[in-house]
């Protein structure tokens, strides 16, 4: 499997990275060299094997107490926070 | 080429997904508060924000309450269901993902019934109901000309109902909606308050030619958060694709939003594009695994169900499918019926059922729409309406004079003796008044008697009518037909 | 007396309680080795050395009023993985160049509460991602046995400031092999232990289902101290496992005889020669001498781990990093346009070129219509790989081999080439995978540049790997060689 650049580019825009055209070209051809190694899965007879999502078979998930544990420090949080206004993570006005 | 529509020649397609906040003090992995009302992100901690390092675990009562919810509409309860993660961006999604269920919901194959507007039923299937997390809330006000993001909504959990496209009518899916309305308030699992943003839904609306076998192009409406405006976005949904269709275009598959103020819905601007959720299940969380026992300690704290009650109500208690219906539409009606019926003095059980359900569903119903009320906020209590049902058991009062005890105990509050004390109410009961009235009007009425006597039979109820009027309705009624009868019959 | 930096962990902690140096000498003598010494290997991002010496001062007062544990007033750096409260955590990345944790992760948690001294955050590849620590924004990370060298990665730091006696033990994290590589291309006992053993809460993720933490350090002994420590169950964490720790220092001492080697021939066969077994042949008769009986094994399809993992781990990525937007933490770009202007030039200056690689080729193979050809076949592959490992252990105690194909590669060498630099995990992949517990623990030198072998257990099987390497580190003494330049 090879990609192309607009192949990349569509990529990238759904992961949301602004990459250039050039770096596309760049990408779409070590891209291109991932998949080809990853062919090599095709070898593999998986006809009857279940797919493993964890590393450990038989585990389950805990369940947790409705208990409040956490408290208000959302002006701790907001430090990290590139914009905040009243509270509110600030983004470029978002028009539905 | 004739244009014009015949609205009869198309057939309307709907399915809903019903989005139902669970009434679970926490968020579904995080220890956050779910309480509504506090100011922006105070509810909001590292998992809910989606700090870097942090890990999700499950809260147990959201599994039940969604088991729960499985078990009362028939559904199977799926003993290992997944967690996926839905990838997409936006920013009231701190993560860059939702964590949902995709292949393997919680809970499958249920149904529920709606009754139509011809009195019959219909079963609309339901496909399935997951588990996820809302997000949180974006504020388009504006801030210096941004979007401010409140994220005390995020990781609450949520049931997503989905049904199969069954409705046939913007009336259906209001039936069905309300349906499950109703259900998740009596299971507890959701407070319902779709004002809040509690219970709300997206429909799929499309519509094909009558008969056709494929469905035509669907478009999603989402956020619909009141029944009215389902009602009125799926008309004009409809219509707006009957002419789209009708004018040689095509429907375009496509989320819209419905504007309440102007009536229409139209085409969101913002994730317009085709979406690729890159659906995975979710590494930070194993499969959710429920034994049988799990399950059976839940269905054992079902209670009694909506359709189950109105059932019993009818069959136990004579009660018409309509009223029966009505008394079990919300569970707070229906609990307000019980509880006045279990409180009356005197009578026996099926006549009170009975008598209090007419009250019920024609005096206090017309008071509480002519106010624009719910039971909740009923001006009058079941232990004053028991009461009142009680003097009339006892005979105190007559029934006829009960409307009237009401619209008092309604305005002015107050127990029904209070007011049967106080406006003099008290039913006549002493035969030597009852009598002495009897003969006055019998004198009074000297061509009337004649005729009654020659045989006008009819004329009985005149006398009857005319000793309700001296006595202000307060005559015992047995005792005056009785009296009546033998002092005519001379 | 051994110069402090010279001793191990475990001889450390017998000084501290001896009472021949106090915690606050010793962690001067390593904050002062950091600042003469890290300029030129670049191994710490970030030196806390105020909060240090605080630490180290309440250790001495735990140590006199006898409440320490065991480690209690060591000092140790954490891998820049690891969210540290009030402190800057990068993860090797610009996106987290101003990204100061307000809490600590379980593991940072756990070794503060037993009294441990922070001196630092150590450098790594950005997000994990890399072999030779050449992808972190804060630069290249050089080999302390030959400084135009990379010490591996993506616990690349860890390694360079343990190998170098400025840190005597570090955190790291290995995906696919992150430790254990660097620890074999520096020459230490690095650990990686099963899946679940060490929680992985605020420890920022790189895919979720191959991550765990773990130690590098100067000797299996010092393995177990710290593992002991850093191990157990977290609530915070729904994949972390619930299931008692045993004592890791109790078992070290047990007789190797009669222990089942496993010889997994596809180790030999793939991409080794026969030069660079060398070391890894000898080390396995060591074993032999120490009782060990050799046997190989076959699991013909762990030479599709790496491609394997090139699936599941970029995939799982591609949604944890999405949490990077420029909204709520981390690099913002300056005056975004629009939404989407935030988000794509916020991430895209924020990632450097390998973090957007694997996102990229993540997303790609999670994408409508290839998701099956991709992403499911390679999560049932890992299954095949999984149920060939336990098919394995049902036949021996322990598998060997090397840990990586090559000794530590020249700076620059790889970096045009990711596929190149990915198959430098081809011994290391599979464990993660299956998640199991792994070691690498130095064996050797070529041409002057370390060794090192690899030690895979079954599930929860640490406290035999830490015996096993341990019985081998008592009668050689490759652990115990320093660089020359910072004896």
């Known amino acids: ?96 | 080429m004739n244009m014009q529509s015949d609205a009869m020649s198309w057939e309307t397609v709907i399915g809903l997904e019903i989005h139902a906040q669970l009434a679970t003090r926490t968020k579904i992995f995080s220890g956050s508060s779910t309480a509504f009302g506090a100011a922006p992100n105070t509810q909001a901690n590292l998992v809910d924000l989606g700090y870097p390092g942090v890990l999700p675990v499950l809260n147990q009562n959201a599994v039940k309450m969604a088991v729960k919810f499985g078990l009362a509409v028939g559904a199977k309860v799926a003993q290992r269901s997944v967690f996926a993660r839905k990838n997409y961006f936006y920013p009231d999604l701190p993560k860059g993902y939702q964590i949902s269920q995709y292949e393997l919901p919680i809970v499958e194959h249920g149904k529920m019934d709606i009754v139509l507007e011809d009195g019959s039923t219909k079963t609309i299937r339901i496909t399935r109901a997951h588990l996820e997390e809302d997000a949180g809330k974006s504020l388009h006000e504006d801030f210096q000309g941004y979007t401010g993001i409140d994220l005390n909504r995020a990781g609450t959990p949520l049931i997503e109902i989905v049904s199969e496209p069954d409705m046939r009518s913007a009336k259906e899916a209001v039936a069905y909606m309300k349906k499950i309305h109703t259900l998740v308030r009596y299971l507890e699992i959701c407070d319902g308050n779709m004002q809040e943003g509690s219970f709300r839904c997206d429909a799929n609306v499309s519509v094909r030619k009558a008969g056709a076998e494929k469905f035509g192009t669907r478009c999603e409406i989402k956020n619909l958060n009141s029944f009215r405006f389902i009602e009125k976005a799926i008309n004009y949904e409809v219509a707006r694709q009957i002419e789209l269709i009708e004018g040689g275009g095509t429907v375009q598959q496509q989320t819209r939003l419905f504007d309440p103020d102007k009536g229409e819905t139209r085409a969101l601007r913002s994730k317009e594009e085709a979406n690729d959720y890159r659906y995975f299940p979710d590494p930070d969380l194993l499969p959710v695994v429920l034994d049988d026992a799990f399950i059976s300690d839940i269905r054992a704290t079902l209670p009694e169900l909506p359709d189950e009650k109105a059932h019993r109500l009818v069959r136990e208690f004579d009660l018409s499918p309509y009223d029966a219906g009505v008394l079990t539409a919300s569970r707070e009606l229906a609990e307000y019926y019980d509880k006045t019926v279990s409180i009356v003095v005197g009578g026996d059980r099926k006549s009170n059922a009975k008598a209090v359900a007419n009250t019920v569903t024609n005096i206090l119903t017309f008071s509480l729409n002519k106010e624009n009320l719910d039971i909740t906020e009923s001006k009058v209590t079941p232990e004053q309406l028991a009461g009142l049902q009680s003097r009339i058991n006892d005979s105190t009062i007559s029934g006829k004079l009960a409307k009237e005890v009401f619209e008092v105990m309604w305005a002015e509050g107050g127990s029904a003796d209070a007011i049967i004390e106080s406006k003099g109410l008290k039913q006549i009961t002493d035969t030597g008044a009852i009598e002495k009235v009897i003969d006055d009007i019998i004198a009074a009425n000297p061509k009337q008697l004649a005729d009654y006597r020659s045989g006008k039979d009819k004329l009985f109820a005149f006398f009857v009518g005319q000793v309700m009027k001296q006595t202000a309705g307060k005559a015992n009624p047995a005792q005056v037909n009785e009296l009546l009868k033998s002092k005519l019959a001379g | 007396m051994a110069e402090l930096h010279a001793q191990t962990l475990t001889e450390l902690a017998a000084g501290l309680r001896a009472g021949k140096f106090s915690s606050v000498e010793l962690t001067r003598h390593f904050l002062e080795r950091i600042s003469k010494y890290d300029a030129e290997l670049n191994a710490f991002i970030t030196v806390t050395s105020e909060l240090a010496l605080a630490q180290a001062a309440d250790a001495d007062a735990r140590i006199a009023a006898g409440t320490a544990s065991a480690l209690t007033g060591l000092p140790l750096a954490h891998k820049d993985i690891f969210c540290t409260d009030g402190v800057l955590t990068t993860c090797g990345s610009k996106m987290l160049s101003n990204f100061v944790s307000p809490y600590d992760a379980t593991v940072v948690t756990r070794l503060k509460q037993a009294g441990m001294v922070m001196l630092g955050k150590t450098n790594m590849d950005e997000f994990a991602m890399g072999s030779s620590n050449e992808t972190s924004f804060y630069g290249a990370v050089k080999n302390p046995w030959n400084l135009a060298k990379v010490p591996g990665g993506s616990s690349g730091g860890s390694a360079a400031a343990v190998a170098a006696r400025i840190a005597p033990a570090a955190t790291g994290t290995d995906t696919g092999g992150s430790i254990r590589q660097p620890a074999a291309l520096t020459s230490l006992t690095g650990i990686k232990p099963t899946y679940g053993r060490v929680s992985r809460y605020g420890m920022i993720a790189f895919a979720s289902s191959l991550d765990q933490g773990g130690v590098m350090c100067l000797s299996a002994e010092d393995a177990a101290l710290l593992l002991q420590s850093m191990s157990g169950f977290d609530v915070q964490d729904s994949t972390s496992v619930d299931t008692p720790v045993p004592d890791y220092s109790a078992t070290l001492n047990q007789s190797l005889k009669g222990l089942k080697i496993g010889l997994v021939k596809e180790f030999f066969e793939q991409g080794l020669s026969n030069e660079n077994a060398k070391p890894v042949r000898e080390a396995l008769a060591v074993y032999e001498q120490l009782g060990a009986r050799l046997v190989e094994v076959s699991l013909p399809n762990l030479p599709l781990s790496v491609p394997t993992y090139y699936v599941v781990a970029p995939a799982e990525c591609s949604s944890n990093l999405s949490r990077f937007d420029g909204v709520r933490f981390g690099y913002r770009c300056d005056n975004p346009r629009d939404l989407q202007d935030l988000y794509t030039r916020s991430r895209g200056e924020g990632f450097g070129s390998e973090v957007k690689r694997r996102i990229m080729t993540g997303t790609y193979v999670l994408s409508a219509g290839y998701y099956d050809a991709y992403y499911l076949r390679a999560q049932k592959i890992r299954r095949l790989i999984t149920e060939e490992f336990a098919n394995a252990f049902k036949q021996v105690d322990v598998l060997m081999g090397p840990t990586s194909p090559t000794t530590a590669f020249d700076i620059g060498a790889k970096v045009d080439d990711p596929v190149t630099m990915y198959l430098n995990d081809i011994y290391t992949i599979g464990a993660n995978l299956a998640g199991l517990p792994a070691m690498s623990i130095p064996c050797g030198f070529l041409d002057g540049l370390p060794v090192g072998l690899q030690i895979i257990g079954g599930h929860f099987a640490e406290a035999k790997l830490l015996n096993v390497a341990h019985g081998y580190q008592q009668v050689t003494d490759w652990h115990k060689r320093m660089p020359e330049r910072y004896a």
């Open chain 1, 1 to 96: 499997m090879s990609l192309t650049r607009k192949d990349v580019e569509a990529i990238a825009h759904l992961a949301r990275l602004a990459i250039t055209e050039e770096e596309a070209s760049l990408y779409a051809d070590s891209l291109s060299r991932i998949l080809h190694l990853v062919e090599q899965l095709n070898a593999a007879d998986v006809s009857t094997t279940e797919p493993m999502a964890h590393p450990l078979a038989g585990l389950v998930q805990r369940l947790r107490a409705d208990e409040v544990t956490a408290t208000d420090q959302h002006e701790k949080f907001q430090l990290n926070a590139g914009k905040v206004s009243s509270g509110l993570y600030l983004v470029p006005k978002v028009i539905e």
